[in-house]
């Protein structure tokens, strides 16, 4: 399948349908001297693109809409504007762009913005969402209009940085140190509702989401590199059930796990996708026209520079039993 994108190197892709077309939201790669290491300089992104596209078909044109917001328009942000997400609240009829990017200390934190139509530009509050750490927030509305943000990523998106309580930073565990040991749980992403405008937490605060291993039922390990939660959180919904979805990291798998709510649990479910040439990837998953897409990226076209990637698209499908699978069900 060829890059989607083409005109820019682009990553990190969040898809979403509104006003009939679909739209994307990834990061921008951009050519650097930074060499690759864990956590993550060599991904020096400084602006945002949305682009958009009236069908999915190969030959189909992607329109570029241009800068979107860039780290110059937002008063906390030192750098790195890393994975974003998007979402659309009917109340105030506001399309929001929900961004990771480091602060004036070093620290990742995540920033909203605001505007009138899904392509912007985007005008950013002040400060970042109160509560809110690490990297990769992903936006889920539900049916009753409820939104929640899910977020974090390990290693240089800082989630290890929080073993001793949500919001509290510890220095310590900057770097690539996550939890070891027999029987030591792995990480989870968070997540919190969102309140009316979806610009807050709600007071409830942040919750952990858990993983279950099927053939246990206890939490996935740490130590479970094939399984565990690393970044690049999203969340969808098939036929009542909720899908929540991730990437492992180092060992380059698209995983997902099924639940019954939200805020989980979820039950490991399987690879969604093999590892890609690049570090890792990072997804979406939406249902256009009747039919269900996973967007992704690769350094194809870069020809595996790590830093330079290009976003992608499949269509993937779901069995009798409401597994995900790549090849059409017969």
Not at 35 to 51: E, K, L, P, R
Not at 308 to 316: A, D, F, G, H, Y
Request: net charge negative; proline share 7%.
């Amino acid at each position: 399948m060829p890059p989607l994108i083409t005109n820019i190197y682009t990553a990190d892709p969040s898809a979403h349908v509104f006003n009939g077309k679909i739209y994307i939201y990834p990061s921008h790669d951009r050519e650097t001297d930074i060499q690759f290491n864990d956590n993550g300089d060599q991904y020096d992104m400084a602006d945002y693109h949305v682009f958009s596209t009236s069908s999915l078909d190969p030959a189909a044109e992607v329109t570029d809409h241009g800068i979107a917001l860039k780290t110059e328009d937002i008063p906390w942000v030192s750098k790195q504007l890393w994975a974003p997400d998007a979402a659309y609240n009917p109340s105030t009829k506001k399309y929001l762009l929900y961004f990771p990017a480091r602060d004036k200390e070093g620290v990742f934190r995540i920033g909203v913005a605001s505007a009138d139509t899904p392509e912007g530009p985007f005008t950013p509050e002040p400060e970042p969402i109160k509560g809110s750490y690490s990297i990769d927030p992903a936006t889920f509305v539900d049916d009753d209009g409820t939104a929640y943000l899910y977020f974090g990523g390990l290693w240089g998106g800082q989630l290890q940085c929080y073993q001793k309580g949500h919001n509290i930073f510890d220095a310590t565990w900057q770097g690539p140190k996550e939890p070891t040991g027999e029987n030591v749980p792995s990480l989870g992403a968070r997540v919190g509702k969102l309140d009316a405008e979806f610009k807050q937490f709600t007071e409830e605060g942040v919750k952990d989401v858990v993983i279950l291993a099927p053939e246990t039922g206890k939490p996935i390990l740490a130590d479970d590199h094939d399984r565990r939660f690393f970044e690049a959180a999203w969340m969808h919904k098939y036929k009542g059930k909720y899908y929540f979805s991730y990437s492992t990291g180092d060992t380059h798998y698209l995983c997902y796990a099924v639940g019954d709510s939200p805020y989980g649990p979820f039950t490991y479910g399987g690879r969604i996708l093999e590892p890609v040439l690049g570090w890792t990837t990072h997804h979406s998953i939406v249902e256009f026209e009747g039919r269900w897409w996973l967007f992704h990226h690769d350094c194809e076209l870069s020809k595996g520079i790590d830093h330079l990637r290009s976003v992608k698209v499949t269509e993937i499908f779901y069995d009798g039993e409401g597994k995900i699978v790549l090849e059409k069900p017969e």
